[in-house]
């Protein structure tokens, strides 16, 4: 797999470049202000939505956005570690995710891609090491967040992956998952006598 990166690798960084230096047209706002304003409009209709089906739909727009790297070549990446992590092949999906937060570090649904391969193959700490990074690039990941509060609980912290999850409902108060996990820890700690 190392053999094959080496000679697509360049192709895709030049592929890359020559897009990085596509400037917008006169009195057009770069493509990164507007999705800027588009997730942040996304964003408060997810934390207004009382509907679960449609705060469903809402993130999963938001997903849509995050995808959205700005380059061919990450993109191509991003869906080759997505087959291979769908496969089960998590060694050829490490691969691609390093690379990708390599050459575009400033991406955060690389680091959370790559937290989330960690997750799979239980390496808890790497995992947390790339949420981290995607929590500091977007901090309203709620993915991501949710990453964190599965590992706190997998770990035995249950007031910190409690923490977690309430983060994750103040940002999505209808995402379902979140909201048992809040309800079961929240039992399990007041009969440990929090």
């Known amino acids: 797999m190392r053999n094959v990166l080496r000679f697509v690798l360049p ?11 596509a400037a917008p047209a006169d009195g057009e706002k770069p493509a990164a202000q507007d ?3 588009r997730i942040d409009t996304l964003f408060g209709e997810l934390k207004r939505e009382r509907n679960e089906k449609a705060a469903q739909r809402i993130a999963d ?8 790297s700005g380059s061919a070549s990450i993109d191509l990446m991003m869906q080759w570690s997505n087959e291979a992590t769908q496969k089960k ?19 955060a649904e690389g680091w959370n891609r790559r937290a989330t391969v960690h997750f799979m193959m239980d390496s808890y700490s790497k995992s ?7 929590l500091r690039l977007e901090p309203r ?23 977690a999850y309430e983060r994750v409902l103040d940002i999505y108060p209808m995402m379902r998952n979140a909201q ?13 006598g929090i």
């Not at 690379?99 to 991406?107: A, F, K, S």
């Not at 947390?128 to 995607?134: K, N, P």
């Open 11 to 21: 192709f895709l960084v030049a592929l890359g470049a020559a897009q990085a230096f």
């Open 35 to 37: 999705d800027a304003a």
């Open 61 to 68: 727009r938001i997903w849509q956005e995050w995808m959205k």
């Open 89 to 107: 092949e998590f060694s050829v999906a490490l691969d691609f995710l390093d690379q990708i937060v390599l050459l575009q570090p400033g991406y």
């Open 128 to 134: 947390m090491a790339d949420i981290e990074r995607t």
């Open 141 to 163: 990941h709620f993915g991501a967040l949710s990453g964190m509060g599965a590992i706190l609980k997998a770990t035995g912290r249950k007031h910190l992956a409690l923490n």
């Open 180 to 192: 048992t996990e809040v309800v079961n820890l929240t039992e399990e700690l007041a009969g440990e």
